[in-house]
């Protein structure tokens, strides 16, 4: 199993739609979630951190479940800009390193 | 926000010789930096955490002498391939750990080609 598992899309929507990313960790001790971006070719940028109690920014909402090991993405009226692959990433406890997903592709069309 | 800088961003070489890869932190010191490899399609894999003055520890699966890895300074860590090969090429991405916010900043990424 891998450790961190996210369904690879691509999710194709409109301008304007609302799309939810799912991610499930294996190590239940893992400490620090966090979901990137990563626009083709170049490297993976911080999106948001990812909080227990959920965090919003802008249009969009991160969530965790801790009991589920679970973690999403919320983007709400999306643009052609938000067109990219998003990375669910998980750092284990008592480790510096980051755990990537493979990532969803996203495709935000006119 | 902190910048990591990579160089080369890319570079074709012959199969057998050797690629030295530098990742730079430009504005803060950076203790631990981390080398991943990513190939078309999948995602970023680890292959080794960089620590400074100290020896790097390898993932897995990852061959300690054919990935030379050093870490002589607080801003610089350097990524040799060695002897390398076509299934060497692939996408190589630092990034370095800013210990006062414990965040990571990834570098801009090397492609390599190997012919």
């Known amino acids: 199993r891998k450790e961190v598992e996210q369904d690879p899309g691509p999710f194709n929507v409109p301008e304007g739609a609302t799309v939810a990313f799912n991610c499930t960790y294996s190590?239940?001790?893992?400490?620090?979630f966090f979901w990137y971006r990563q626009d083709c070719r170049k490297e993976p940028k911080l999106l948001m951190s990812v909080y227990s109690s959920g965090n919003e920014d802008g249009r969009f909402t991160a969530q965790l479940n801790r009991a589920s090991q679970y973690i999403s993405l919320l983007i709400r009226d999306s643009k052609l800009s938000d067109s990219a692959t998003y990375l669910c990433?998980?750092?284990?406890?008592?480790?510096?390193?980051?755990?990537f997903g493979a990532g969803t592709r996203l495709a935000v069309h006119p | 926000g902190a910048v990591v800088s990579q160089h080369p961003s890319w570079v074709i070489c012959k199969s057998g010789t050797s690629v030295k890869i530098e990742c730079r932190s430009l504005d803060f010191q950076a203790t631990t930096m981390f080398w991943y490899r990513q190939f078309p399609k999948q995602s970023l894999m680890l292959m080794a955490t960089?620590?400074?003055?100290?020896?790097?520890?390898?993932e897995q699966g990852v061959e300690k002498d054919k990935f030379l890895i050093n870490h002589a300074s607080l801003t610089l860590s350097t990524l040799t391939v060695t002897s390398a090969h076509p299934e060497d090429s692939s996408f190589y991405i630092c990034?370095?750990?800013?210990?006062?916010?414990?965040?990571?900043?990834f570098g801009p990424g090397t492609r390599l080609t190997v012919l």
């Open positions: 990433v998980v750092k284990p406890g008592g480790y510096n390193k980051l755990i």
């Open positions: 190590n239940s001790a893992s400490q620090s």
């Open positions: 990034s370095a750990r800013d210990y006062y916010t414990d965040t990571q900043y």
């Open positions: 960089s620590n400074e003055g100290s020896k790097a520890t390898y």
